[in-house]
Antibody
Framework: EVQLVQSGAEVKKPGESLKVSCKGS????????IAWVRQKPGKGLEWMGI????????RYSPSFQGQVTILADKSISAAYLQWTSLKASDTAMYYC????????????WGQGTLVTVSS | DIQMTQSPSSLSASVGDRVTITCRAS??????LAWFQQKPGKAPKSLIY???TLRSGVPSKFSGRGSGTDFTLTISSLQPEDFATYYC?????????FGQGTKVEIK
């Protein structure tokens, strides 16, 4: 069974750093791209970027370039979304999702990680 | 960026109704269009890709049509489990973009 399991909810202060994870199982993790999608409270879905775990080839949305870093460690079947200095506006649910080819849409999604940034 | 516009933003329907949601792209995306269903407090679920191909396990009451700039998602006979928010996404170019969502509510 394909599963993407994300790390738990986080509460952080502005300026703090954070790394959330997405661990894949039930498939060949290195063979699929992992995308990250943001959903602010009560709002729609925003595509942030995508990484291929095998070679760490990464593409970012211009809206998120420089704001976050997308990483992967194929040895432990994990992808990450990292911030060096959180802002209150980063408060959102973050989803990972896999897709086999870059020119495809995601098929399986993680359960989401809620990040709350508040002083 | 390609803008994706869904209509309506919300609709009320009864169990058994046929429901159609429209998604319009700001430029030609051929058939690089996906549909997702999201229930409150849950992750999105993939329904359709390539405008009209159902994901494995998705019931045939869901269907997608369209190409170029105009697309539709139809639910042939609405059931209680179908009340949710539906999003389209283009994956023709970067950045990938989603429609704003269509909330399907019980009448």
């Amino acid at each position: 069974e394909v599963q993407l399991v994300q790390s738990g909810a986080e509460v952080k202060k502005p300026g703090e750093s954070l790394k959330v994870s997405c661990k894949g199982s039930g498939y060949s993790f290195s063979s699929y791209w992992i995308a990250w999608v943001r959903q602010k409270p009560g709002k729609g879905l925003e595509w942030m970027g995508i990484i291929h775990p095998d070679d760490s080839d990464t593409r970012y949305s211009p809206s998120f370039q420089g704001q976050v870093t997308i990483l992967a460690d194929k040895s432990i079947s994990a992808a990450y979304l990292q911030w060096t200095s959180l802002k209150a506006s980063d408060t959102a649910m973050y989803y990972c999702a896999r897709q086999e080819w870059l020119s495809e849409a995601p098929d399986y999604w993680g359960q989401g990680t809620l990040v709350t940034v508040s002083s | 960026d390609i803008q994706m516009t869904q209509s309506p933003s919300s609709l009320s329907a009864s169990v058994g109704d046929r429901v159609t949601i429209t998604c319009r792209a700001s430029q030609d995306i051929t058939n690089y269009l996906a549909w997702f269903q999201q229930k409150p407090g849950k992750a999105p679920k993939s329904l359709i890709y390539a405008a009209s191909t159902l994901r494995s396990g998705v019931p045939s009451k869901f269907s997608g049509r369209g190409s170029g700039t105009d697309f539709t998602l139809t639910i042939s006979s609405l059931q209680p489990e179908d009340f949710a928010t539906y999003y389209c996404q283009q994956y023709n170019s970067y950045p990938r973009t989603f429609g704003q969502g269509t909330k399907v509510e019980i009448k």
